[in-house]
């Protein structure tokens, strides 16, 4: 019955209710992916792949609707249908979901019988929607978009991104790439820097759009790619190139094509690389290089979490086993996933992992997204307990993203706090970024926690995180992620080559 296909995709968020709503669906036919507490609803969203999300109010409205308020134009730009629940009877809450963009709503309890018809009909919406909301945005990327000849200084700008970049009204115009880094906000340095690297590996000139803040990652995946394929391009990731990326990926964990790469932490007391973090990367053979982020979510809608989790860390900790002395003091942090932490042995075999490899324990620190954590804090309180009293350190990643950060600090054993990057880089705006920084970092020290601050671009922002009593930073204003050939030269004071 439905046109979509035989299993379509929703993305669910419920505080209470996340479980009964899952199992709903899937008696519907319904493949679904969950954001929990603490994550970033929009970017989940994106990276899922659905046509339809569903936000469960009842019970905790408030957070409900900031997630609603989150999702909403993300939900518009893709033209997907965004449904919401809520308690029956409130229409105020009625009304304050559709202001947060909000498509359809239901009030009360919900049957899988009626719970499948409503996604039906939201998916249908979903569909009729599509069509337009391609063509809008299609057309607007066209109309911000630059070209870099490969060898040259210098870029040119149409005349949209021109007057986004604050380059005046006159039209298009060529300015340095220097200037160009200078006048986009940090998702446009980082989307430029990824894609001049592509560039330099391909020898291609090119035409990409500059997408909308948060969205930097997608833009690498267009780069090399001639004027007109660029827009129509644009939707890559929530089309055929999804479908290839769910179809490659068995194979690529397969034939080891999923590699590591490594993003120096820097102590800001003395300004030296002290430890890395370990990050994937999968140079796909037509879409370039998938960060890290793209990947799992590539890997939970595909069944294969738990087989990427499991590949990434064996390949990191072989990876760093096979350093050189050079890099033998780094400290080296380990992504762990929520399907990681649910496993009973995970913390035996984590262990046998590093002995097997002969890396010493205590240069490891485990680190857990902050919307990773398995709901049962006890059970994971006890997990790293156990990893913590075997030498190996714990890190709560992305602190500041969501909805339960106090309860992950009061039940966890932990040794440092990660502040989310966009956190950290707020911290440049206005008094009231900054007393929340600071009234995190200075909550870390109580607890006697290290505190790490991700994705640093700017002098001002690591002079802003040093005084509020930061204790390491990592980012594009040390240095990207790294090869492990090209972390060894960093160290030893050769000329930087980005991974």
Sequence with gaps: MRS????????????????TLRDAAARGGWRSIAARRGESADQRFLASGARVAVVDTRD?????????????????????????????????????????????????????ESFDLLLRLSLRHSERARGPVAFRTATEAAASSWRWERGSTSV??????????????????????MELFRKLDSDGRHAARNAIERLRETGQATAF??????????????????????????????GPAQRSLDADLPHAIERGEIGIVFQPQVSIASGRVVGVEA?????????????????????????????????????????????????????VAINVTSVDIAQPDFADRFIAELDR????RRRITVEITEGGLIEDLASAARLLADLRAHGLRVAIDDFGTGYSSLAYLKA?????????????????????????????????????????????ETERQLTLLAEEGCNYYQGYLYAPALTSEALAGLIEGRPLQTA
Aim: aromatic letters at 4%.
């Design 4 to 19: 979509s296909g035989d299993d379509p995709t929703v993305f669910i968020l419920s505080f209470r209710n996340r479980d």
């Design 60 to 112: 905790e409205r408030l957070a409900g609707m900031e997630a609603l308020r989150a999702l909403g134009p993300a939900i518009e730009r893709a033209g997907a249908a965004l449904l919401a629940l809520i308690d029956p009877g409130d229409m105020e809450a009625a009304r304050e979901a559709y202001s947060a963009g909000a498509t359809h709503f239901w009030p009360g309890a919900l049957d899988a």
């Design 156 to 177: 040119d700008l149409s005349p949209s991104l021109a007057r986004q970049a604050g380059f005046g009204n006159e039209g298009g115009r060529r300015v340095s790439l």
């Design 209 to 238: 759009a500059h997408t909308a803040r948060g969205s930097a990652d997608r833009l690498a995946h267009h780069v090399g790619l001639a004027d007109d394929a660029v827009v129509g391009q644009v939707e890559t990731l929530g």
């Design 279 to 331: 990050l994937a990367r999968w140079r796909h053979a037509k879409l370039g290089e998938i960060d890290a982020a793209t990947l799992f979510a590539v890997a939970e809608r595909s069944g294969l979490l738990l087989d990427l989790s499991r590949h990434v860390q064996r390949s990191a900790l072989e990876a760093v086993a096979g350093w050189p002395a050079a890099l033998a003091h780094l400290r």
């Design 357 to 360: 490899v002969g890396i010493e």
């Design 412 to 456: 966890l054993p932990l040794d440092f706090l990660k502040i989310d990057k966009q956190m950290a880089q707020d911290i440049e705006g206005s008094p009231r970024d900054r007393v929340v920084v600071r009234g995190v970092i200075d909550m870390a020290r109580a607890l006697g926690l290290a505190v790490v601050a991700e994705g640093v």
